[in-house]
């Protein structure tokens, strides 16, 4: 085995601009009557801690209300989340995908079946940390690319990220064994300072093992208008630590070709 491959799901294997992001969007407005704009969830996210879709759209909402003095009209987390499951799944109580309405509808396909294939093909590992509920998670990998049970760990599998611990136990379990100087090397491509701050966060915890982080910007900033904003946030993954910067998830192979 040359080396294994970990990758996020959302912005890396799905576009979710028109699902989570505007889920995001969609659950601060319905509690404040303010949409924040992408740029606002994007600089919510280069900070870091808010990988978590829930979690991003509370701390939005709270920092809505305080700065226009409204502190006590903050929602709880806990319908937070079920207006935002509203959105993103749709109204049906049911999380089968056969009665999916909602955002999850709206993401297209980054990447193809093909590709993990020539992966295999390669002679390389690989499998999936994201933070996505695993009914959506597995619906994008199983249903939309046809994997066959790939390996995952899903929101509620482990803590969130930039905590690295699903992604080492992950590791662990498909390399058969304690991660070190033994293992061959493992890398990571996310599209947030989070994931990049996961892959550090994990060398600091199996210093002996190689670790590469690969970053690439989501896909919403891929247009010739958003160059400029590209660039901001992709200097901002690199500031965070990432080895490389992606133009392409294609991209990862030429760099793990010599593995």
Not at 2 to 31: C, N, P, W
Not at 85 to 103: M, P, Q, V
Not at 177 to 206: E, H, M, N, W
Not at 231 to 251: F, M, Q, T, V
């Amino acid at each position: 085995m040359k080396g294994l491959l970990l990758f996020d799901i959302d912005g890396v294997i799905r576009d979710v601009t028109r699902s989570y992001r505007l889920a995001i969007q969609e659950t601060v407005k319905h509690f404040t009557q303010w949409k924040p704009a992408i740029e606002d969830i994007d600089a919510l996210k280069a900070e870091g801690c808010w990988n978590n879709d829930w979690d991003a759209s509370f701390e939005l909402v709270k920092r809505y209300l305080v700065a226009n003095k409204k502190q006590s009209d903050c929602p709880s987390r806990i319908k937070i989340i079920e207006v935002f499951s509203n959105f993103y799944f749709g109204d049906e109580t049911s999380r089968e995908n056969e009665s999916w309405t909602g955002f999850i509808r709206n993401e297209p396909l980054l990447v193809n079946q093909k590709f993990f294939e020539k992966l295999t093909i390669e002679g390389l590992t690989w499998g999936f940390v994201s933070g996505a509920e695993p009914p959506s998670a597995k619906y994008v990998l199983e249903t939309r690319l046809g994997l066959t049970q790939p390996p995952l760990i899903a929101m509620g599998d482990a803590p969130d990220k930039p905590n690295p611990t699903g992604l080492t136990q992950l590791a662990s379990s498909i390399l058969g064994g304690q991660l070190g100087s033994g293992c061959p090397p493992i890398a990571y491509l996310g599209d947030t300072v989070a994931d990049v701050i996961t892959i550090k966060q994990a060398r600091k915890k199996f210093p002996d093992q190689k670790f590469v982080s690969f970053a690439i910007a989501p896909p919403h900033l891929h247009s010739l208008k958003a160059q400029s904003k590209r660039i901001i946030y992709e200097s901002n993954l690199k500031k965070a630590g990432a080895d490389y910067i992606l133009n392409s998830i294609h991209e990862i192979i030429e760099h793990v070709m010599n593995w």
